[in-house]
């Protein structure tokens, strides 16, 4: 076997060890953020279910109906607390997953980046009667990765916008239930 062919199986064993690693990376950050996501599901139905028993047996219990309405009004505030509370830790579950599978998205394609720019010089040394070509090849690479690194920007900031415009329409909708409730409360 001669050196250069041992080398690249080298390089080609290392390059799938490390597809390996960032595919499980990859697996792993999706379980875990689906497996939040279910427990705050689950917290959430086990919260209404014994908020429905309350109100079930509050219901039976009323006299008339001015008192079974103000049982209802009593329940809809803790009810809508409770979604809310919910979509908001869900909402921000869902970025941080999405968060950090960009990063490891990122990461790798830095790595790749960096690779091949990296085995591109290399070549450019080994050939000098073909570096020109090489060299502009490179241009393009970088120029690639460098419009890829902007559009990540991007989205990243527009994805930010969207998680404060999410939480804060959130919040509205809590303190219009709240500010609803007070009015029949008074009513």
């Given at each position: 076997m001669t050196l250069g062919t041992n080398r690249f199986a080298e390089e080609f064993s290392r390059a799938q060890q490390v597809g390996i690693e960032q595919s499980l990376g990859f697996a792993r950050t999706v379980l875990t953020g689906t497996e939040r996501l279910w427990a705050v599901q689950l917290g959430f139905a086990r919260a209404l279910l014994s908020d429905n028993e309350h109100a079930a047996k509050?219901?039976?219990g009323a006299k008339d109906a001015n008192e079974a309405l103000a049982v209802q009004r009593e329940l809809v505030e803790p009810v809508a607390e409770k979604t809310t509370a919910a979509w908001r830790e869900a909402?921000?579950?869902a970025h941080a997953t999405q968060k950090e599978l960009g990063e490891?998205?990122?990461k790798h394609l830095k790595q790749t980046s960096e690779e091949v720019l990296a085995g591109l010089d290399k070549?450019?040394?080994q050939f000098p009667a073909g570096a020109v070509g090489v060299k502009s090849l490179r241009q393009g690479v970088a120029t690639t990765f460098d419009a890829y690194?902007?559009?990540v920007a991007a989205?990243?900031?527009q994805s930010e916008e969207w998680l404060a415009a999410t939480v804060q329409n959130i919040n509205k909708a809590s303190a219009t239930v709240a500010a609803n409730r007070r009015k029949a409360t008074a009513a």
């Open positions: 509050s219901l039976a909402v921000g579950i490891l998205v990122e070549l450019a040394e690194d902007s559009a989205t990243r900031k």
